[in-house]
């Protein structure tokens, strides 16, 4: 099996250009290097810097800001007040599941006990539909709030029942034309002036919690953040604005969480609850809930986060190991088969198109998402079934691919999304005249210069200049993620000690590296790069790295500072 990055995702170097006197002087009680970090997130004064650096409750906003929030939390409270059956109508991934946990929680506390539903994948597809709203109407309920679900309302013309009130939250681009129910919560509507529109789907629900407890005059639990942490992190929701308060401050509940279900699933993820971060959520918590939804039923992982049994917990948990299992060799097998589809291509279009029936549905998302960044291309990867197809798009800067999508609307039967990630199902027969308006569409938007896979590179620094003094800052300016990307530095004439192979199929590197002017050596792995394992031989290299803290994901020590290497090339000027 061929593994590594193909030689088509060679990356250019972009090395940020250094900031100007004024800036420099404006952060001037930094040190030089966290300068050249906050300006490149454009932070440019001491303010600024300070709300950034402190992520702290000035980041939050007011509930009320939210188009339809008034009207949402009164309708719940009705139905709090005259004993109505709430129902919660959620989505199979980690996003909707940890937003149903925190709406089920949350409304039992105010005396309701809540009934929910969570679509299949494949027998309900995405979205509020008709089988579920019967089902939560045949249970007696006559209020749902759905979560995460889309902001268009029902799919395929179904019809919410008589006597039922639709509630939608939402975080997803809204329509020109809003959805007939009775609420419509969704910070991105273009009526909102709400001023952190990134909230994730379990954000925007977590705002209604608020919103509906300052109604009743009550606090709302300061727990209930550890799952908005869990489902913003895993939904690569950006980490900017109010995003940045709810995951630090919920990551600070989970280091002490006593909630059995999540205790279980950091034990399963072989991750210690009281140093979790975002990387132990993106590649550790989050896989394993969504994995329930993608080989199985999302209800799994509802199961496991509401329990309060340490035993039921460890079952499921584990249940949910042997899915993620599962669910990591059909990821390879799928990105591996894509992968390959595109490099036996003359040429690599400005648009990826790749799909078929033995794509599964459940996986497409996540092959969608290795393909662009491998390659640098808008990416749908879908799964052909009965002459329909189900995809999943993932983007690169300068591509909006909701928005691409929404122009050909004519040839799709639904879709809906984010500018960089998206959903759609069509008809067979309309997938190739999609793919030539999608390549057309990208050939105005972006040059080939955007299309070369490339690094964007913060500064140049050698790693033995980092710690003490500079490192307590980069902490704090985590939590890292979409759209507040960690630092990545360029080391120069760094010789390599050893290097080998490590994981499935040896698909990564471990290195020893010595810095040339110190006898300072570090640890290091490159992820994916394994065909490269000769390249470092007999010379001195330069790297684009950035730095971690060691874990049983890489073989180092646990705790102890080590560098990840994006890319290697021999020692020579960086372009700028």
């Known amino acids: 099996m061929t593994t590594g990055i193909s ?8 090395v940020q250009a250094p900031i100007d006197g004024a800036t420099s002087s404006a952060l001037g009680e930094f040190p030089p290097v966290v300068r050249q970090l906050l300006a490149n997130r454009g932070i440019r004064s001491t303010a600024a810097a300070d709300l950034y650096l402190s992520a702290d409750d000035r980041l939050a906003g007011d509930p009320s800001d939210i188009p339809d929030m008034a009207i949402a939390a009164e309708r719940v409270q009705k139905a709090l007040g005259s004993g109505e059956l709430i129902g919660i109508y959620g989505d199979y991934d980690a996003d909707g599941v940890t937003a149903c946990a925190l709406l089920v929680e949350a409304l039992r506390a105010l005396g309701s006990d809540p009934v929910t539903f969570i679509p299949h994948r494949i027998q309900d597809g995405y979205g509020i539909g008709e089988r579920g709203l019967r089902y939560l109407a045949d249970q007696g309920v006559t209020a749902v709030i759905s979560v995460d679900c889309g902001i268009s309302g029902v799919n395929g013309g179904a019809k919410v029942p008589a006597g039922m009130d639709l509630i939608v939250t939402d975080h997803h681009v809204a329509p020109a034309h809003l959805p007939d129910v009775f609420a419509a919560v969704d910070p991105v509507r273009v009526d909102s002036s709400y001023p952190s529109p990134e909230l994730a789907g379990v954000g925007v629900a977590f705002k209604l919690i608020q919103a509906l407890y300052e109604m009743n005059g009550r606090e709302w639990d300061q727990s209930l953040l550890e799952y908005v942490a869990i489902g913003t992190v895993a939904d690569v929701a950006p980490l900017v ?6 995951v630090r401050s919920g990551l600070d509940r989970l280091h002490h969480s006593v909630r059995p279900g999540i205790q279980a699933l950091a034990r399963s993820a072989r991750r210690d609850i009281s ?7 993106g590649f550790g918590l989050g896989p394993r809930i969504n994995a329930a939804g993608r080989m199985a039923h999302a209800d799994l992982g509802l199961r496991l986060l509401l329990s309060r049994d340490d035993d039921d917990a460890m079952l499921l948990a584990a ?5 993620n299992t599962q669910r990591q060799r059909l990821t390879q097998e799928v990105v591996e088969r894509a992968r390959m589809t595109v490099l036996e291509r003359d040429a690599i279009d400005p648009v990826i198109l790749i799909g078929g029936e033995d794509f599964p549905a459940g996986i497409v998302g996540l092959a969608a998402g290795r393909i662009a960044e491998e390659f640098n291309r808008p990416t749908i990867v879908y799964e052909e079934r009965d002459g329909h197809v189900r995809a999943s798009a993932r983007s ?11 122009t050909c609307s004519d040839l799709l039967s639904g879709h809906g999304g984010h500018h960089q990630a998206a959903g759609f199902s069509a008809l067979v027969e309309n997938i190739d005249e999609l793919r030539e308006r999608l390549i057309a569409i990208a050939g105005e938007l972006l040059s080939q210069e955007e299309l070369e896979p490339s690094i964007r590179i913060d500064v140049e620094a050698a790693p033995s200049t980092l710690p003490g003094e500079v490192m307590v800052l980069l902490k704090r300016m985590a939590p890292f993620g979409a759209q507040n990307a960690p630092p990545v530095y360029v080391g120069r ?21 010595r810095e040339p002017d110190h006898r300072v050596t570090w640890d290091a792995v490159a992820w994916r790069q394994g065909d490269r394992a000769s390249d470092p031989l007999g010379g001195r290299f330069d790297i684009a790295y950035k730095l971690q803290t060691g874990g049983s994901n890489t ?8 560098l990840e290497v994006l890319d290697f090339q021999p020692s020579s000027p960086v372009e700028a």
């Open 396 to 406: 690169v800067p300068g591509f909006d691919v909701t928005s691409a999508l929404a």
């Open 275 to 281: 140093r979790l971060d975002e990387e132990a959520i």
């Open 555 to 562: 073989g180092f020590s646990r705790g102890a500072l080590e």
């Open 319 to 323: 249940e949910l190991e042997g899915l």
């Open 241 to 246: 604005g109010e995003n940045r308060f709810l």
């Open 493 to 513: 004439g760094l010789d390599v000690r050893s290097l080998r192979t490590m994981g499935a199929g040896n698909e990564h590197l471990r290195m020893t590296l």
């Open 7 to 14: 030689p088509a995702a060679r990356r250019r170097w972009l």
